[in-house]
């Protein structure tokens, strides 16, 4: 008997260690799904450049995620692509905090959304888009010059008044910058 009741025990403990094992799998795929989602999410990047006034200094930011959902039907794009604000980088810690605190109210307005809808696309090439812009509460009409690579490969360009999204003019001992702000997206769209 006793022996018996060792025997079950002992294939009891590996039951549970293949039940744990084959559970801490399904977890790991699980996150794996996620993780492979969200990169696949990221679309492209998102750069500004904003001229000093007087004109002696360049503030630029880069390296801000774009993610989004979009539609190629028939030569024409329609979509909606959101810059996640907290990821934009100008190389200065300061800046990238007065950036966001200050300016651009991240915490209230974690991203910027540009919705397009049935832009006529060429094979390659330059062409035109007109969209609307969600930034900082206020949704605004823009538009600007795009360019095609590889039929894949956008790079877009637009600029913004910041006066109509409500966003302060940077100031700093004086030196300020100038009203409009240039915008590139670069995104890669299937």
Request: proline share 3%.
């Given at each position: 008997?006793?022996?018996?009741?060792?025997?079950?025990?002992?294939?009891?403990?590996?039951?549970?260690?293949?039940?744990?094992?084959?559970?801490?799998e399904y977890e790991m795929n699980?996150?794996?799904?996620?993780?492979?989602?969200?990169?696949?999410?990221?679309?492209?990047?998102?750069?500004?450049?904003?001229?000093?006034?007087?004109?002696l200094l360049t503030i630029s930011g880069?390296?801000?995620?774009?993610?989004?959902?979009?539609?190629r039907t028939d030569g024409k794009l329609s979509g909606?692509?959101?810059?996640i604000l907290n990821t934009l980088q100008t190389g200065m810690d300061l800046r990238d905090k007065h950036m966001r605190e200050?300016?651009?109210?991240?915490?209230?307005?974690?991203?910027?959304?540009?919705?397009?809808?049935?832009?006529?696309?060429?094979?390659?090439?330059?062409?035109?888009f007109a969209g609307k812009l969600l930034l900082h509460g206020k949704n605004n009409p823009v538009a600007g010059d795009c360019l095609l690579k590889d039929a894949i490969k956008f790079e877009c360009k637009f600029k913004i008044l910041l006066s109509d999204y409500a966003i302060p003019i940077p100031e700093w001992k004086g030196v300020t910058i100038a009203k409009d702000v240039s915008l590139t997206i670069a995104l890669i769209l299937k």
């Open positions: 008997m006793k022996f018996f009741l060792f025997l079950v025990c002992i294939l009891s403990a590996d039951a549970y260690s293949y039940s744990t094992q084959a559970l801490n699980k996150v794996m799904d996620k993780i492979s989602k969200a990169e696949a999410s990221k679309l492209g990047e998102a750069s500004f450049e904003a001229i000093g006034n007087p004109g880069e390296k801000g995620d774009v993610t989004g959902k979009y539609q909606s692509f959101d810059l200050k300016y651009l109210e991240t915490k209230k307005f974690p991203k910027t959304t540009l919705t397009v809808e049935n832009v006529l696309i060429p094979k390659e090439g330059y062409f035109k």
